[in-house]
DNA sequence: CATGAATGAGTTTTCATTCAT
DNA sequence: GATGAATGAAAACTCATTCAT
């Protein structure tokens, strides 16, 4: 009995070899023939799950997105059920921040590449958008619940996103001997604890 | 029926017309015609000047990285004359940072392509590492000038530059009403000199 | 609109395509889309069944040289077929290369822009050899079944056929007024019968 | 005083400039500019010394034939002052082609050349042609001296002059331990002289 | 005569996309 | 759903040629 793959599995298949392939090209000198033999499937097949070659950006862009998402939600039910002060709970967040996100060279080398499409495609810079908002609201939230300036929480938030922002593109484009990324990380984001 | 202009001029010009490109597309998408087109010239002309098309890359990423190191130069200069105090040189270097690099739009959409190509390239990496090792160490000189932990003074540093560089980021990639770019770089940096 | 048609053909169709090309122009002045043209095909095909253009060159040369090695192959079993005595033979096998090679002008034409590509391409060239040596060895043993000099039939050989393949090259270079290239040939061969 | 070379020596510099390129490459893929370099000029001048890049490699066949004419005489005036029998002579002359011309390998290699050129180019060819009739004629007179046959003369030399083309391309295509290039030769040469 | 910037035609190659099978 | 042949647009690059200086 050959076992059909649902469809959403082989588009999701899909994704999966585009983000493999991002590690070794941009996007657009990617073709569909790269995409479909990193996915071992036909190429002819991509224009049957998607419209063209950009709805495969497109789609593979809130996918990303979607799963870190989601990653982020389950590690804070997890985090929900230890019973940890406010400020414990923010360090935490932090520390998860640094080891999954910032510091996972494959993602930020995958979030570079999002940058610089979502700089020149109105589109794509609005799924980023709304990423980015999600993002700086969620920590908003958190430090809202240990200083009455919301104001200041909000400001501090998105100050500490870009700064993890530019942390990501430097474990990219510097070498690990120009400074210590972790140090510079935990350094500044003990300060901000400090702060509150 | 050719007509014959000053000869270095010309490879600024192709140059300046590529920076005027990469407002609209990212390189990969500029072809050497769109380049030649809005450098008025003939797009055989640029095969003269540059050997390829990446050599033209390569030049422009020196050629923008060079152009800001002098802005920076003059600008040293003339601060240095009006005979501030550490505290306050900080200060300003802060407020030419924000608003001729950071907040400069036209730079952070070319820079976040750059971004994106170092991510990629290996030599043009380099490029871009060099820049920023210069960056990190001229502001870790002047924190060295008000205290006296240069450990700390280079952390902070590190994470100033890729704070600003967040920063860059979200003036392109966020709308205006996200939150105030302003505020957020002034509040982060006001927080900085009180640290020292 | 795309038509479907028999894969491996499509190859010999654009093989024959060249083979057609190179009577009116050298391989280095014929484009690949005057190949294409000639094939009926598309010119974006001939990428898709060969790498480059230097490939479709290294897969004709094989093909002719393939080709008139089977042309010779058949004509030697249907000739053996006819129980000739040894010299019959070599006079007969003269008489073959007489009408169907030496003086074919559309193959010495060819073979005449095959020795100029392997002049200079190492590669060509090692595939020219090894036909020239095969030719040569063929030759060296039919004499060698009238003569007991073996070193010598191996040396008669040789200028054997370097004399055939400037006489392939008189009959493309030269006007038949100059002399007349059958009784040249067959002056020669029976020269060479003669002494055996 | 800087010495002004006569327009005649520039001319033949560019000529003997394209002589070497075709050492490295086919006409076809040497460029103005290979030539220019080679000569140590500007490549403009090469367009002001001749009309155009065909009308420089026309010039070279020439210039290449002519070259060896002379040669051929020269020798011939030196030959004839040392009183030797016809059949000498004759041998003499085989010794002179054999070293001079058929083994002369950068002689070969451009003759392979011009070949192919004159395969595409009547103007080309009628000027090769010419050289093979004058070849062949001389030849032919001297076998002329030592047999009454004149018809069989003629074959003979039109064979002969086959034969060392095909030599000469041996000596470029084939690698020398495919048989003794020298052996090959003097052994035809003794037949012949035999013969008559 | 000499230089080298400028032009533009032409070439190979890549690749997203389509579609018959 | 797959497959892979076929199409055609667009790209980088080369180069003979021209001509102002």
Redo the contacts between chains.
Sequence with gaps: MPIKKAPEDKKIQILEALNQCLQ???F??TSIKDIARAAGVNHGLLHYYFKNKDDILTRYIEYVIDHYKNLFNDWLIEIKTQNLSEKELIAEFFGFMNSRITLNKKLS?VF??I??????NANI?SI??QA??EW?DTLSEMLNTVTKDSA?A???S??T???????A??S????PD???FN??LT??QK?IIE?L
């Design positions: 070794e090209k941009p657009e000198k080398k570079i590449e940058w610089e499409i979502a700089a020149y810079r980023l958008q980015y908002r700086i200041a909000r400001r501090i998105a100050a996103v870009a700064f993890l922002e530019g942390m593109l430097f990219i484009v510097l070498t120009t400074f210590d140090e510079v350094g500044f300060k702060t």
